[in-house]
């Protein structure tokens, strides 16, 4: 029994090493790819670049944000959180396993201040930096299940911002403030162009920036007039090779090149890569091996994304849910997700998303949701529906065998796909913005997410 648990280990430890191989080998790949330039505009512009927290405006966008200073731009950099949620750090930095709430308040001041800093080498002035103050870790929960309840910070304990700089003062914390503060921003702003985190970031408060900043231009009616540039930070084994390279070129992650996004270089000035690792320089809370990874978005280049936000819904006349996927036959699917694109992905095939497919006739609204492996019973499955232009926060179906659905909801699973359907007027005909997710446990004892897909708005 040793002997068959060993080599059980030596297989698992082999296929999760073959993998990490294979994604590493098809990103360095990438970087002898050849794409399109991101295009400047010469005429003086307006640009807001939305941060998820202190440092994302400068790693995915500080050479862009330099030379458009430079070229005598109108620049804008929006703070989502003040990154008060980094626990690794905080802990070495009051050198303490015990930190107190108000020392992570005292923390988020201190990586405001670090990001005023690191802006300043770039050419922009402390007054083109908005602070909102939202929890950090705390978006994707506002965006998912916390739309009209207060939701309570894990670290800094406060369900109203405590920062008094923030946009708006003692901000509460719930979605639909979140989207409030964007819209105003815009609003006053009005920007020519808008840099905002990429959908299939892995870190959950950069897919809800996106999701948040997404929404926001959509109700303004601004998505097709305004130049979009979306920026990747979070990618598993991305960029390659970390650490200080100031001559080489960065490149897409290879599982996202041949996705659904659009991918420009922006080439930067000798004196914009220098700036850049003067402001990268200026993170002084971060942890070495945090500062290492940083320091890797130092490159000849940044890299911009876009990709269509908005698709119409399907129109057909029958969909049976039966778990049989023959009905969908000749329908797109309304969000492509990468496959075996990581180490937590290729151990779990059954929660590794591929594809969100979405339909309508006259009475229903049809769901399907496609992963790598087959379904198994202790994996969740879940899809996020948002209506647009409402006050109604995120719908959140559950699906899982054996698990009840809500009335007037009916599922079945196939063999790698799971159906669903509901009344059409489920959301009163509103486009609707949908995601979905995988969780599973982790030796039945901790329930983790998988797999998070990016999102599309839906039009009825």
Same mark, same amino acid.
Request: with cysteine; glycine share 6%.
């Given at each position: &029994?040793?002997?068959?648990?060993?080599?059980?280990?030596?297989?698992?430890?082999?296929?999760?090493?073959?993998?990490?191989?294979?994604?590493?080998?098809?990103?360095?790949?990438?970087?002898? +790819?050849?794409? +399109?330039?991101?295009?400047?505009?010469?005429?003086?512009?307006?640009?807001?670049?939305?941060? =998820?927290?202190?440092?994302?405006?400068?790693? *995915?966008?500080?050479? &862009?944000?330099?030379?458009?200073?430079?070229?005598g731009d109108k620049v804008w950099v929006v703070l989502m959180t003040n990154g008060d949620g980094f626990k690794a750090a905080a802990v070495l930095d009051n050198r303490s396993l015990k930190v107190s709430a108000d020392?992570?308040?005292?923390?988020?001041?201190?990586?405001?201040? /670090?990001?005023?800093?690191?802006?300043?080498?770039?050419?922009?002035?402390?007054?083109?930096?908005?602070?909102?103050?939202?929890?950090?870790?705390?978006?994707?929960? &506002?965006?998912?299940?916390?739309?009209?309840?207060?939701?309570?910070?894990?670290?800094?304990?406060?369900?109203? @911002?405590p920062y008094s700089n923030s946009y708006t003062p003692y901000a509460p914390y719930r979605g639909r403030q979140v989207l409030a503060d964007v819209k105003r921003l815009l609003g006053e702003l009005n920007p020519d162009e808008v840099y905002a985190p990429h959908p299939n970031d892995q870190h959950p408060d950069h897919w809800a920036t996106s999701a948040f900043v997404t929404a926001?231009?959509?109700?303004?009616?601004?998505?097709?007039?305004?130049?979009? *540039?979306?920026?990747?930070?979070?990618?598993?084994?991305?960029?390659?090779?970390?650490?200080?390279?100031?001559?080489?070129?960065?490149?897409?992650?290879?599982?996202?090149?041949?996705?659904?996004?659009?991918?420009?270089?922006?080439?930067?000035?000798?004196? @914009?890569?220098?700036?850049?690792?003067?402001?990268?320089?200026?993170?002084?809370?971060?942890?070495?091996?945090?500062?290492?990874?940083?320091? +890797?978005?130092?490159?000849?280049? /940044?890299?911009?994304?876009?990709?269509? %936000? /908005?698709?119409?819904?399907?129109?057909? +006349?029958?969909?049976?849910?039966?778990?049989?996927?023959?009905?969908?036959?000749?329908?797109?699917?309304?969000?492509?997700? =990468?496959?075996?694109?990581?180490?937590?992905?290729?151990?779990?095939?059954? %929660?590794?998303?591929?594809?969100?497919?979405?339909?309508?006739?006259? #009475?229903?609204?049809?769901?399907?949701?496609?992963?790598?492996?087959?379904?198994?019973?202790?994996?969740?499955?879940?899809?996020?529906?948002?209506?647009?232009?409402?006050?109604?926060?995120?719908?959140?179906?559950?699906?899982?065998?054996?698990?009840?659905?809500?009335?007037?909801?009916?599922?079945?699973?196939?063999?790698?796909?799971?159906?669903?359907?509901?009344?059409?007027?489920?959301?009163?005909? #509103?486009?609707? &913005?949908?995601?979905?997710?995988?969780?599973?446990?982790?030796?039945?004892?901790?329930?983790?997410?998988?797999?998070?897909? %990016?999102?599309?708005?839906?039009?009825?």
């Open positions: &029994m040793a002997l068959i648990a060993v080599a059980w280990a030596v297989v698992i430890v082999g296929s999760l090493a073959v993998a990490s191989f294979e994604v590493r080998r098809g990103n360095l790949r990438e970087l002898k +790819s050849v794409f +399109s330039d991101w295009k400047t505009p010469v005429a003086a512009r307006t640009i807001v670049v939305f941060a =998820p927290h202190c440092d994302d405006e400068t790693i *995915g966008a500080g050479g &862009m944000l330099r030379q458009a200073a430079r070229r020392y992570f308040v005292e923390f988020g001041f201190r990586r405001q201040l /670090e990001t005023f800093c690191a802006l300043e080498k770039l050419g922009i002035p402390r007054d083109r930096v908005i602070t909102l103050g939202y929890p950090d870790r705390g978006l994707k929960p &506002m965006w998912v299940s916390n739309w009209n309840a207060l939701y309570t910070s894990l670290y800094t304990r406060d369900a109203y @911002s926001a231009l959509h109700e303004l009616g601004w998505l097709r007039k305004k130049r979009v *540039g979306l920026y990747l930070v979070h990618r598993g084994d991305w960029p390659v090779p970390q650490g200080i390279h100031k001559n080489q070129r960065l490149a897409p992650p290879a599982k996202l090149t041949d996705l659904d996004t659009n991918w420009y270089p922006l080439e930067l000035e000798e004196e @914009s890569v220098r700036d850049k690792e003067l402001a990268v320089r200026e993170f002084r809370s971060q942890t070495a091996g945090v500062r290492r990874f940083l320091r +890797s978005f130092v490159r000849q280049n /940044e890299l911009f994304g876009t990709r269509s %936000a /908005e698709s119409r819904m399907a129109h057909v +006349s029958a969909i049976n849910v039966d778990g049989l996927v023959e009905d969908w036959d000749g329908i797109e699917p309304s969000v492509l997700d =990468p496959a075996d694109d990581g180490l937590v992905t290729h151990a779990r095939p059954s %929660a590794d998303l591929t594809s969100v497919y979405a339909a309508k006739d006259s #009475k229903q609204l049809y769901f399907r949701l496609s992963v790598r492996g087959l379904i198994k019973r202790g994996t969740t499955y879940e899809l996020w529906v948002h209506p647009l232009d409402s006050d109604e926060g995120t719908t959140r179906i559950v699906l899982r065998k054996g698990r009840e659905l809500p009335a007037g909801w009916k599922a079945a699973f196939g063999r790698r796909d799971i159906e669903f359907s509901c009344a059409v007027d489920q959301w009163g005909g #509103k486009p609707i &913005m949908v995601a979905a997710s995988t969780k599973t446990r982790w030796y039945k004892l901790v329930r983790y997410e998988v797999d998070r897909s %990016a999102y599309r708005i839906l039009a009825p």
